[in-house]
Structure formats: C-alpha cells, structure tokens
C-alpha cells in the first residue's frame, strides 16, 4: 500500500528531532490511512489480525516493489493529471504482463491509458470497487478498446471467484453503469418529491426497506456518501451528457446550491439532509431538513394508507403492485418515479450496456437494492408498467416494444431452474452467463420442490443433495422449521446422499421464537417449554449424529438456535460475511438447544497435556456471557464457533455450491455415523469456583445486575460440569440435562421475562 511522502514534519516529528528522510516520516501518510482504515466501523477487515498482510511504503522509496506483483490498483485523487504522472511512474518499475487498474469512478478509462506503452494498455482496464468494498459488493470491470479481452475475461472471474464480487461490464461512459443510473434516480425522486409537494421523511419513509432499498433510503444515503460527492457527480453528468433525453433530472435543485455554498455535505461536516442535535432535556434527537425555509425541525412520523396496506406483505414482489396501484401521495409517488427509472434505463441500452441484466447486478449490488429497474417492472407487471408509463407520457425505447408484440411476457424468465433473460439483438431469451455455478434456490421453487410446511421447504439440488431452506419471519426457529430438519434427515437417510441447510435471505436465522416462548412463561406451561427445549436439542443431535452428512450454510446475522444449528453440523460452509453467535443471555437465558454443550465440547477437545485448562473455558464463557457475536466468518473461527476445517465462501452465490460439494466430498470419503460423545472432560468445583468468585466481584464493582449474576452463575455451573468435586469426564446429554435445566428456572424469572419483552418490543436489550 503506497502513498506520498510528506512535504514538511509534523510537530510531533521535529520533537524526536527527526528528518524528511526518515523511514518513519515518508510512510507517515499511508501508516497514518492504513491506521484509520483499520480502526473505522464498520470494520474494512474480516479479521484485524489481517492487517499483518499488508506492508506499506512510499511513492518515492518503493515503487520499485510493484515489480514483484502481478495486480496494481491505483486509487489516488480524482484528477486526470494526477493519475498520468502515476502511470507514468508505474510503467518504469511493473513487470511486463502486469495487470494494471484504476478505481475511478468517473474519469474515462482510455484517457489515463494515452502515451503508455502497448503492454500496459493491453493490461490496462478501469476495476472500480464500490466503498466501503468489503461490504458493497459490485465491480465495475471497464475496459478500453486496446484491453486484452483474456484480461477483462480473467478479472471477471477472480473478482466473482475470490473476491465476493458482482463483477459487471461496463462501457466506457460517464459514470458507467451503477452512478449513471443510481445519480439519476436520485435526482428523479427529488423531481417527483418537489411535483408532490412531499418532504424529507416522507421520501426516506417511501424510499426505504418498503421498496427493498437499505434503511438509510435516499437522503440519509446521501448525508453517508457525502452531499459533495452527489453534487459533483450530478453537475459532471449534466454536463458531459449532450445526448441523454433525461439531462434535465441531473440539474441541481436550488436547496442543493445553497447546502453547497453552506458546506452542509452531511456526515463529513456534521449536517446534511439530517442533523443531530440535543433536546431540551439533553437527549440526542435527529433533526431534518426543510427544504423551502431550510431549517431543521424534528423528524415527523409519516404515515400513507397504501404503506399501511402493505404491512402484513412480506413478499417484496408481491408489495410492488400494492405499492403501484396505491390510491393516495405515496401510490403516486411510487407510479411517477419507477415510470421515470423505467424510460431511463431502457433508453440506456445499448449506450452503457448491451444486456439489461447488467443495469439490475450494478444497482443491486452497488446501491443495494433488492431488485434492480428491470426485476421491478417484472414484479408490478410489464404491461401494467408499461400503462402507467404511457398515462404519464413516460414511454420507453422502442425494444420493448418490439418485445411485447414477440409475445414476451417479462424481462426474465426462468426455466429448467435456471433464470434467463431477455436478450435484445436476438429477442430471445439468454442464460446469464457465469451463473451456471450458482444454485439458488428462487429458480427451484417450480419443479425442484420435494416437500414444504409454513416454515420450511426441501429441494432436490441435484446429485443425491437436498437442501433446507427455511422461510419464517427473520427465520425464526419454531416447530415447522425443527419439523423440517426431522423430514429432510429421514429423507436424506432413506434415499438421498446428504443434506444442505441454507437460505437466500438476509440473514440465516435471529433464533428461537421469543414470542411463543414468553406466552408459555407468562402462562407458566412450563411443560411446553420443556418439550420445546427437549424437542429442538434432540433435533440439535438428530443432525448431528445421522448416518448421512450435513453442511450448515450460516451468512448474516446467525444467532442464538441458528449459531447452535451450526454448530452441531458435520461441517459449515459459511459466507464470509457471517455474524454469529449464541445471544441468549442478552434475553435473560442461557443457550440450551446444545450451545453451551457443544462449547464446553471443543473446549475439553482443545485441550493439551500442561494446557491452563480455565483459559480456554474463560475464553469460551466469556463469549456467552457477553453475548459477543463474531463480525465476520473468519473472527467466528478464532471466537470457536467455526472450526478451522470448516469452510468460508466470499461470493454468497457460491455458498449452496460449495457446500454441495462438502456433502458430496464426505460422503466420497465414506462418511459413517458417529457416536454420541460421553468423554466431554468438565473441571467441577475446581472451575465453578473461579466463576463465582468471578461474579460476586463483577457484581460488587457494579458492572453487572444481580441478575446478570445468576445467569452467569447458572451458565458455569453447565460448563463446570455441576459441582463434581474433581475434574470429570461426563456425556453429551449429561451437559444437554443442565442446559434444559437451567433454562427452565431462567423462564420462571420476573426479570427474564422483561428482558425478553424490552426484544419483542423494542428490539433493545434491557439491564435489569
């Protein structure tokens, strides 16, 4: 990682009486950037520990390094001069065959390549990684005329491949793909907004996770990205756009003018579209922006009829229509603003794209919608769109047209469980290409279906491999789930190789259904919750002690049963981004659908003759006890939750795939069922003590409540083995007893029982 050496020392610099060629001074700025990057949240990192793999240096000291890599990324200030002088630097000191990319997101890629030599244009192409890269997940490959096409075809793949990546190919016009079409339909809700007389609530209410966008929406989305950087985009979009029928949307409303001249540029410079502020009471309150008197006021509750319609409509596809045909301000929102983006995108192809499923992987996986334009108008309807489009004089370009008079019902279609998509210069549909590795499982639904409840579906997914996927609300574990993993074992055993465990949700399970457990508490039908407990446990170990293998697939937030379902597969194959972790004490509980057994489990097998065997069991406490949930899937291994022969996908299309071939791999191996453990080695009274004294001191320094103290206490006493009076080897189902004990007292505590409801009913956690 290379960046300039300072100009001039810094105060702290001329203390140590340290000069400008120093080490220490010339890698000052990049240590400096590499430091802060570390240290932001959200984390740029899977692991911190990875930081040991950069090393940094200097433009003037170590450019001659770059010849000993075979990828060089520039990412330096956005000014055309700037990054010539740099290539022209890079050029002296690559090796021939290097690939070479720049990370612009506006600066036309054939100019930066003008005066280089042959070899460097032929491996020279615009990679532009969205920020923050790690967690945005498009690649805009963008080359030149003179790219070597096996370049552009190789970076497609390894950014797919390794790097997590929804790699798209662009043409080489302003703002590509995503910007083009994000900034502008930015700029179009800002239109529609001003037409409908609506203000910033409403819009960010309207525009928000109800249409499968990201929470912060459309102005709190612009206070985050910096209001400068949408101004200079929009401004360089209107003004490089002679031919686009829509120039007109780029042009900047006078409220942006004055919030330019202010320096109101959102979360950079402490206000924007939003401002935080404290109330007379001295609490932190969020203040928006009125965008005719251009004061901030207190954010007002929005409420629309046709959103409200659309509460109970968990499926986005299904929303879409409602949202279309709404009666009041919102459904005519909705009506103008998708006909605006509809026009804009057709009328853009062939201009940036030859294929429109690549205008819907940008705006997906760079603005983060859940539908890109083309899946919108596909799930409102294609003729129902293309009525509202012509009622508001919006019609789109001519193809599509030409595609509905071919008998074309929709922009894609999938059959034989694979999705296609309309192809414009054939009027045919096409397969997507580098998606034939992929199995998801929404193409499977028609014909791949083995069987189903409310909760859970099982697929066939082709050589002797089922898959579960469950579908409950944030995908809770209840009775049709466990149901579901009971049916797909059985079947697996009785005719099918193995069996996956995945979804395509955001996230792969929040847990137990906290709703159902509080009404048996409140009710004290504490014989259902004993059944529930022993039920979910016996499913636990049905998974894992079955004849035939099983793969978990955790990715997003995995908490709490879904952490213990993990845990006790034959393997995991989980997405790299993967937060997970057994939460329940934040609820008043301990984990008992086999958590706390299977952590005491790799515990006592991780000891070692002359290990300090409380360490390690700390270690494993302290994790459940604080409820930590790892940040990534790499930070899961070394918190235990992952093993580390369990396996790590960056590219969540590729997660079902890979472990696909894990069920397939261990049963090659000649997977055979394994035994119940009874050889788990707990420590007893020697450990037990450690912990309460542990607790009794937390509690006397105030850290913790008295009943964080009993939940605590109850935890040791399970990871403790009970009060053995020496170090014992004990079962499986000797710790699964305690934990379901244990549970149980927990379900008949008063202050438990607030805590679950503070979840319920705020989503915070209380400390009572």
């Known amino acids: 990682m290379l960046d300039i050496a300072p100009k001039e020392l810094n105060e702290a610099e001329k203390a140590k009486g340290l000069t400008l060629e120093s080490k220490v001074v010339k890698n000052r700025i990049v240590n400096d950037a590499l430091q802060t990057a570390i240290k932001s949240n959200p984390a740029p990192l899977y692991d911190a520990d990875f930081q040991k793999r950069i090393s940094t240096g200097n433009f003037d000291d170590s450019m001659k390094e770059i010849g000993n890599y075979d990828w060089i990324i520039e990412v330096v200030v956005e000014n055309l001069n700037v990054k010539k002088i740099v290539f022209e630097n890079v050029e002296k000191f690559r090796k021939p065959g290097t690939l070479v990319t720049s990370n612009t997101s506006g600066i036309p890629i054939h100019l930066m390549a003008e005066g280089r030599s042959e070899d460097f244009q032929k491996n020279f192409c615009g990679a532009h990684f969205f920020n923050p890269p790690r967690y945005l997940k498009l690649l805009e490959i963008i080359p030149t005329q003179k790219t070597d096409p096996e370049v552009v075809k190789f970076l497609l793949h390894y950014g797919d491949l390794f790097l997590g990546k929804t790699t798209v190919l662009c043409k080489d016009t302003p703002a590509f793909i995503a910007n083009r079409v994000g900034i502008y339909s930015i700029m179009e809700v800002l239109n529609v907004m001003g037409e409908l007389d609506l203000n910033i609530d409403e819009v960010d209410k309207l525009t928000g996770p109800v249409i499968g966008r990201p929470k912060s929406a459309t102005f709190r989305t612009a206070d985050v990205v910096g209001l400068d950087t949408l101004i200079k985009v929009a401004n360089n979009l209107y003004e490089g756009l002679p031919n686009d029928e829509s120039k007109d949307a780029f042009k900047l409303k006078d409220y942006l003018k004055v919030m330019d001249e202010k320096k109101w540029y959102g979360d950079k410079s402490g206000q924007g579209f939003y401002k935080k502020s404290k109330s007379a009471e001295g609490k932190t309150e969020i203040l928006s922006l009125d965008l005719k008197t251009m004061d901030y006021a207190p954010q007002q509750k929005v409420k629309f009829p046709t959103l409200e319609q659309t509460k109970t409509i968990d499926d986005l596809k299904t929303r879409m229509k409602v949202l279309l045909a709404g009666q009041d301000k919102a459904g005519e929102f909705y009506r103008k603003s998708f006909a605006g983006i509809f026009r804009y995108v057709t009328n853009r192809i062939p201009e940036i794209s030859d294929e429109l499923y690549r205008i819907d992987d940008a705006m997906k996986a760079g603005f983060g919608w859940e539908l890109g334009p083309f899946e919108t108008w596909d799930a409102v309807g294609l003729e129902k769109g293309l009525k509202v489009m012509e009622e508001l004089g919006k019609k789109p370009a001519q193809w599509v047209y030409d595609m509905i008079a071919g008998g074309n019902k929709s922009f894609y279609k999938v059959e034989d469980g694979k999705r296609r998509y309309y192809d ?173 057994k299977e952590m005491t489990l790799r515990v006592s097998d991780a000891y070692e003759e002359g290990d300090i065997q409380l360490n390690s069991l700390k270690n494993a406490y302290m994790n459940i006890a604080t409820a930590k949930v790892a940040t990534s899937a790499h930070e899961a291994k070394r918190m235990g939750y992952l093993r580390p022969q369990d396996g790590i996908t960056v590219n969540a299309n590729r997660v079902i795939t890979d472990a696909k071939t894990k069920v397939l791999e261990l049963a090659k191996e000649g997977y055979t069922q394994p035994k119940q453990r009874r050889d788990i080695k707990v420590l007893g009274k020697n450990g037990l003590g450690m912990f309460l004294a542990g607790a009794n001191s937390m509690v006397s320094g105030r850290y913790i409540s008295e009943h964080d103290k009993l939940i605590s206490e109850k935890l040791a006493y399970i990871m403790c083995g009970g009060d053995l009076s020496a170090p014992t080897l004990v079962s499986e189902q000797y710790l699964l007893d305690l934990e379901r004990e244990a549970f149980l007292s927990l379900t008949g505590q008063k202050k438990t029982l607030e805590r679950i409801q503070s979840i319920l009913t705020t989503g915070k956690p209380l400390r009572n």
């Open 424 to 596: 414009i210069p054939s009027k045919s549909y096409k397969e997507i290409p580098g998606t034939e590795d992929f199995i998801i499982l929404e193409n499977l639904k028609g014909n791949k279906v083995v069987w189903k409840n409310s909760g859970a579906s099982l697929y066939d997914i082709g050589d002797g491999v089922l898959n579960l996927e469950f579908h409950t609300k944030m995908n809770t574990l209840g009775g049709e789930v466990v149901e579901g993993i009971n049916k797909g074992i059985n079947l697996a055993e009785k005719d099918y190789v193995g069996l996956v465990i995945a979804n395509e949700a955001p996230n792969f399970s929040a847990g137990a259904n906290l709703a159902l457990l509080l009404m048996y508490a409140i009710e004290q039908e504490y014989d259902e919750i004993d059944f529930m407990i022993r039920t979910f446990q016996n499913t636990m170990m049905r998974a894992r002690y079955s004849s035939i293998p099983v793969v978990v697939c955790p990715h997003g937030l995995t908490l709490g049963g879904g952490c213990e379902m993990s845990l006790h597969a034959d393997a995991i194959q989980a997405h790299a981004e993967t937060y997970i972790g057994l939460v329940e004490f934040g609820v008043g509980l301990i984990p008992a659908g086999g958590g706390t």
